[in-house]
């Protein structure tokens, strides 16, 4: 079964970078939608970036306004290991950073967290 497992979270201060990993096994889907999303204390889950993976828009991705221009989404050459770089971090970018995969690469057109498999998050803590 598909897990993902994410890391590299940390604390940094405002203005600096951060990279955080998610690392995925037992894929079994030719094409699907790879995300990341974040959770503030006290906040809903929120979609920031979205990668489309084996579709026809293979490599496509998306950002929310709130991190367009400082975030970049990414994976390897193998697809095993989704990367979340992030550059000019704010206060606000404070939460818990989560990888998700749905099987259907249409996911990545909205917001919506209906993923079907989830990480268990990495704490990014901005000061």
């Known amino acids: 079964h598909v897990q993902l497992v994410e890391s590299g979270g940390g604390a940094v201060q405002a203005g600096g970078s951060l990279r955080v990993s998610c690392g995925i096994s037992?894929?079994?889907?030719?094409?699907?939608?790879l995300a990341w999303f974040r959770q503030a204390p006290g906040k809903e889950r929120e979609g920031i970036a979205t990668?489309?993976?084996?579709?026809?828009?293979?490599?496509?991705?998306k950002y929310s306004d709130s991190v367009k221009g400082r975030y970049t989404i990414s994976r390897d050459s193998t697809g095993n290991t989704l990367f979340l770089q992030m550059n000019n971090l704010k206060p606000e970018d404070t939460g818990m950073y989560y990888c998700?995969?749905?099987?259907?690469?249409?996911?990545?057109?909205?917001?919506?967290?209906?993923?079907?498999?989830w990480g268990q998050g990495t704490q990014v803590t901005v000061s």
């Open positions: 990668l489309k993976s084996g579709s026809s828009d293979d490599g496509k991705t």
């Open positions: 037992g894929l079994m889907y030719s094409w699907y939608c």
């Open positions: 998700a995969l749905d099987p259907f690469p249409s996911t990545c057109d909205t917001w919506s967290a209906e993923y079907r498999h």
